[in-house]
């Protein structure tokens, strides 16, 4: 795909113009909703293009064959503690972690510590089991933590032998 | 909470000052693949982003709240939906879920939107079906779905 500012640029043009005909019946909601945009959207620039930069320098300098040796099929359950310590060391929403994980998958990552890293980087962060700690009680949160982090390994290799013949598909370029 | 990004852009302009240091060409290939993946990445991003703000202001937290006083299985279902909806970071899903447990919300209900609101979201699937593919997307989701209603159900238990 060529790089070009069009289509991010129609987007942002038919978002304002939706926000405008949101404005005539409702300009609460339309200013509240384009605040929220605003706000999401530097959340999201204040991480992206560090990763995104992280993200090339990975890919241009790192052999296949460590990552392929690390996460790979054989990695066994050093590969799984490597997934989970990727996906709770870092920050951002979900979606922060997704070039992450095809640039893994790329490199020869196994698609269950794909899954294992995405829901780590989700749900497990030990700064946000403070914070859950502090609105909800620890017991909850390790409970809650005690629970998940079992499921998501769980997951992970459920997912893989449920995907086992469809591995085609995800060997996509990333970005594309 | 501020302290990540500018840890992060350090840690990226660091990584681009070595690299050029061993080998300018690579780094500008290296940059010009970034630059790439962020312009494909941006059209998604700013429709998801803009989907969720306007979820968040048509569905208030005070609204959200009052909505949930529902006790049983309807609040348990209802906030496990609402959750597997949006994609909300944890700084903006705890607070919240805070003030809802105040007002009245179960535990067990809590746990399983959390886990939901973190690791499941239709807003954001088409962000990922584009990193992974459709079938990968829904079968990931929907396990994670299936794991965040069995979270709550089981912290119903032992809660």
């Known amino acids: 795909m060529r790089p070009d500012l069009k289509r991010p640029l129609l987007v942002v043009a038919i978002i304002l113009a939706a926000h405008l005909a949101l404005w005539i019946p409702s300009p609460g909601l339309a200013a509240q909703s384009l605040r929220n945009w605003g706000q999401g959207l530097v959340d999201v620039l204040v991480i992206v293009p560090s990763v995104l930069i992280l993200i090339g320098l990975f890919d241009a300098w790192v052999p296949k064959e460590v990552v392929a040796r690390n996460l790979g099929r054989t990695s066994g359950v050093r590969g799984v503690l490597l997934a989970l310590l990727l996906g709770t060391g ?38 946000m089991l403070m914070m859950e700690s502090a609105f909800l009680g620890i017991r909850f949160a390790l409970l809650r933590l005690a629970l998940t982090l079992p499921g998501i390994i769980a997951c992970g290799f459920l997912m893989e032998a449920l995907l086992s013949g469809h591995t085609a598909e995800l060997r996509t370029s990333p970005g594309d | 909470m501020a302290t990540f990004p500018i840890l992060l852009l ?6 681009v000052a070595l690299s050029a240091a061993n080998d300018g060409a690579r780094t500008r290939a290296a940059l010009k693949m970034s630059a790439r993946s962020g312009l494909g990445l941006l059209p998604g991003l700013l429709a998801v982003l803009a989907g969720v703000g306007l979820t968040m202001a048509a569905v208030p937290p005070a609204g959200v709240a009052t909505l949930f006083q529902a006790h049983g299985a309807v609040g348990f279902f209802l906030l496990a939906g609402l959750g597997a909806l949006l994609t909300i970071p944890g700084p903006v899903a705890y607070p919240l879920a805070g003030s809802l447990h105040r007002m009245g919300a179960g535990l067990p209900a809590l746990a399983s939107f959390i886990t939901t609101l973190t690791m499941v979201g239709a807003l954001t699937a088409p962000m990922e079906i584009k990193a992974f593919g459709r079938r990968f997307t829904l079968l990931r989701q929907s396990l994670s779905l299936v794991l965040a209603l069995l979270v709550g159900a089981l912290m119903g238990g032992l809660l």
């Open chain 2, 10 to 15: 350090t840690t990226a302009l660091g990584g």
């Open chain 1, 90 to 127: 870092a920050a951002g929403p979900i979606y922060a972690a997704f070039p992450i994980g095809a640039a893994l998958l790329g490199k020869g990552a196994r698609p269950a510590n794909l899954v294992i890293f995405l829901g780590a980087w989700a749900t497990i962060k030990l700064p």
